[in-house]
């Protein structure tokens, strides 16, 4: 066990004060990882950080916690050794282009190679994306063996129902004046909300202008890769894609007020099956939980819903969302394609998604989409009709009708007791 770390004096980040030179200046856009710079986020080496927040996102709290109890070295660095990805992403023409990546660095897989004699020479540099590869065993996959929609090939599929995946952790890094170009807003506004809505967390953020990266304490994504990622961005090979936002409760646990579970299942079935006819297939699971609103919130709406007078009906389910939460929707898409354009992707033949907010980013930030396709109504439970009502009514890509108002106002969801 690490003994405690010693008491030392505290530091203040929340004035200026005298700062030296950026050590390492970022150049955010630029054509290599040389000339673009390290991003330098930890804490080892306070006057070589060129960064706001620090690595692991959310999960710094915990990182903390173990300092704290004296479980980790406070300026603990990491061997690197072995630790390069399985696949190489990349670069693509897209990583070059300073206004079409800004929320995650395209170059943070690659860093042991990349700034090799920096790290030699200290400098605590470390990734923000991590690529491996892995087998996906669910129990939707083998049911597709078994009933004759998937046969196991031995290269994309294996057995009863494992499929071979590439798979890629991504932590987001925020290019501040790219993120706030993205919204249409002010670099400055974005600065004062972040800290006052972080209740102060992080001062250099108003103080330290000179920083440009911020590296945000939220959950970061994770894509999976069917077939081959060296032909992903290749626009000549069909390629199938679902965007997914994470629903603890129904993916993980089976939950079934929601289609989320069932529509990220038939994405996998649908890459695999894009893989095994020589094309790629492409998921990318977002931490957005509950609309990125959160679990809590997520529950208490659930409530309001099943109390209703009237029942749980497709009529109120975006308005009781937005009573509780104050907005029906917190993931704001327009961050979601950077990973797309770290792929390199230029082209999606299928798109498994039917949110127009999804469609219209990707689309908008110059991929070209073929062919959408909603969840099989087939697959969608029974406790989830009211969710699929609501977003049918409320415009959501469909190749089928539309419910009418007295459709809407069924009662379809189960009460609380049941």
Known sequence: MTDKPSISP???????????????????????ARERGPVVAT??????????????????????????????DPVHRPDLTDTSPTDLIGPHPQWGEPDRIVSIDPWGAGITEAFADD???????????????ARLQMPELERAVAAGR?????????????????K?????????????????????????????????????????????????????????????PKTVADPQIPLTVRVHDECNGSDVFGSDICT???????????????????????????????RALGEVTKFLVYNARKRQAGGDRADQYFARTECVAGVQDARFQGLMPDVLHWLGIRRIDRLLSM?????????????EVGERVSIPSDLVPADARVEIDAKLAAGYFNDGGVPDETELKKPKGRGLED
């Open 355 to 367: 949110s127009n907010m999804k469609y219209d980013s990707i689309v908008g930030s110059g991929i």
């Open 260 to 290: 989320c579970r069932p529509y990220l299942a038939h994405g996998i079935e649908e890459c695999v099956r894009a893989a095994q006819e020589g094309g790629n297939g492409v998921i990318v699971y977002f931490r957005k939980e509950g």
């Open 10 to 32: 505290i530091k203040l980040t929340s004035h200026p004060g005298d700062h030296n030179p950026v050590r390492f200046p970022l150049r955010w856009g630029a054509a290599s």
């Open 168 to 228: 890629a952790a991504v932590e987001p890094v925020w290019h501040l004046p790219g993120v706030a170009a993205r919204f249409d807003i002010d670099e400055s506004t974005l600065r004062r909300t972040l800290f006052e809505q972080t209740a102060g967390m992080f001062p250099e953020l108003v103080t330290r202008g000179d920083l440009e990266v911020f590296l945000p304490p939220i959950g970061g994504m994770t894509v999976y890769i069917f077939g081959d």
């Open 150 to 166: 998937l046969k196991s090939c031995g290269v994309h599929l294996h057995g009863v129902g494992e499929a071979s995946v590439t």
């Open 119 to 133: 790290i030699r020479d200290g400098v605590d540099i470390r990734p923000t994306i991590a690529v491996t590869k």
């Open 43 to 72: 804490l080892s080496t306070p006057t070589d950080r060129n960064a706001v927040g620090t690595h692991s996102g959310s999960y710094a709290v915990y990182r903390a916690l173990a300092v704290a109890a004296g479980r980790l």
